[in-house]
């Protein structure tokens, strides 16, 4: 998945301005690892983007990590 730099600025943007509370992950969270069953999915809002709105996501560590939501499988990883 590749995801355009104007489209990173708008995900941090909204993260900053929504404020958005990270959530602690004990493990070492990378692309193809799976998310705990207790760390809450939040919905990838429209604006977005097409791209990313089948996904969920969770900011952890200062980083918006998108996941699919059926497998909770880390997709992408925005720092």
Known sequence: MTIAPEQRTKIRRY??????????VR???????????DVELEDVPDDWGPEVSDYS???A??????????????VHVID
């Open 27 to 37: 493990e070492r969270i990378t692309v193809g690892a799976i998310l705990p069953a």
């Open 61 to 74: 560590g200062d980083k918006v990590v998108l996941v699919e939501p059926s497998s909770r499988r880390v």
């Open 57 to 59: 996501y969770v900011y």
């Open 15 to 24: 993260i900053t301005e929504k404020q958005v509370k990270p959530v602690i």
